[in-house]
């Protein structure tokens, strides 16, 4: 299961047991996958550590073709996801997605502009909630929409939130245009001085997070609402993390913001009841 300290934890525990199974074995692969450039030989920072990483992404691409043609996996997450595959008729173009996007991680760490991050955020992200959704089950097509554009509201929060830490460990994935824009050097980022300038920058980002959570939920067919009740409790974490980011002045450059479980759980219950009642908007 789940650890109770991931904001998954608390929108998994709504489901049934068997779609609850089904999507830790989904979140588990694709954890799996995302640990290969972040585990292989310690890092990607030498040629041994890119190729290892590189070994690392062509074997979960292997263990993804065996699941689908009915062989026998090698690894737990493999062989966890393999009995889901039919019974919820998973989109392999999904994982093939995510895996691309891992994969991306292997050949940069800059974005210029945010239509490059944004295509990184669908194959991180959305690619993963494409794949949820069909667990969850929906009548309107309209879901899909909504997949995508929770998954990149939720993937800049997580940009956001773990700002500097991805810069000690060399990345940094707001876009070179907006720090451009703002006046904003790394080496301002780097000092973790909260300026001007760089509350402007935040700010800016917060502002285009807060949008894709509203056109998530302006997109949400209502008649879904409830099927998709997992998904709103991540996003409404996930939001509530946002506002808790802002109400902080962006102290996002040493330790890492969070969330305490009793803040998640209810959270995740005053979702749960207003979507069960017809009334959870954001």
């Not at 239509?115 to 991180?124: I, K, S």
């Not at 509203?214 to 939001?239: F, Q, S, T």
């Amino acid at each position: 299961m789940a650890d109770r300290d991931t904001n998954f934890y608390y929108s998994f525990v709504v489901l049934p047991a068997d779609k609850r199974a089904a999507i830790l074995a989904v979140w588990d692969f694709c954890r799996a996958v995302d640990d290969a450039v972040d585990e292989a030989s310690g890092g990607t920072s030498t040629p041994e550590g890119h190729a290892a990483a590189e070994a690392e992404i062509a074997k979960w691409r292997r263990e993804l073709a065996v699941c689908y043609a009915g062989r026998t996996a090698e690894t737990r997450q493999a062989k966890a996801l393999a009995p889901w595959v039919a019974k919820f008729n998973l989109p392999r173009q999904s994982f093939e997605d995510v895996i691309d996007g891992v994969e991306m991680d292997l050949s940069r760490c800059r974005w210029a502009t945010f239509d490059e991050l944004y295509e990184y955020c669908l194959r991180v992200a959305s690619a993963v909630g494409l794949v949820c959704i069909e667990i969850f089950g929906y009548r309107n097509a309209g879901c899909r929409q909504y997949a995508i554009e929770l998954g990149v509201a939720l993937q800049l929060t997580n940009i956001l939130r773990d700002l500097g830490k991805d810069q000690r460990a060399g990345r940094l994935y707001l876009p070179q245009e907006d720090l451009a824009r703002f006046d904003v050097s790394e080496n301002d980022l780097r000092m973790g001085k909260m300026t001007n300038c760089v509350r402007a920058l935040l700010d800016r980002q917060a502002h285009r997070v807060h949008e894709y959570y509203a056109r998530a939920d302006k997109v949400l067919p209502r008649e879904d609402a409830r099927n998709m009740v997992a998904a709103r409790i991540m996003g409404a974490i996930y939001l509530d993390l946002l506002r808790k980011i802002e109400r902080s002045d962006y102290a996002v450059f040493g330790e890492v913001v969070r969330l305490s479980r009793p803040r998640k759980a209810f959270v995740a219950a005053r979702t749960w009841v207003g979507t069960m009642l017809g009334t959870g908007r954001r």
